[in-house]
């Protein structure tokens, strides 16, 4: 996967558009990794594809990020400007 590898090398994320096909568990697999990348306020765009919903993944991240996802169902394109991390157990 090339996400962790970047992940290794990048300080942080300010934008992060991810458009690739996914399984629900590899993104969330890959959220994870680069959540504590992510800074605060900044941007996160998820593409599914026309028709695609939001995928769990993206709505578990939103979640602990404590942010809405705005988003155009029927286009399949979401964004999110993150909150700040959720605290880590």
Known sequence: MVLPLLAKELPRI?????????????????????????????????VHGIGGGRCDAQRRWARDRRTPTFGR?????????????????
């Open 14 to 46: 300010d934008l992060f558009v991810y458009d690739v096909p996914h399984e629900d568990r590899d993104a969330r697999t890959e959220f994870a990794r680069l959540d504590p990348l992510v800074r605060e306020r900044g941007v996160v765009i998820v």
């Open 73 to 89: 169902t029927g286009l399949g394109l979401y964004g999110l400007r993150m909150g700040r991390a959720a605290a880590r157990r």
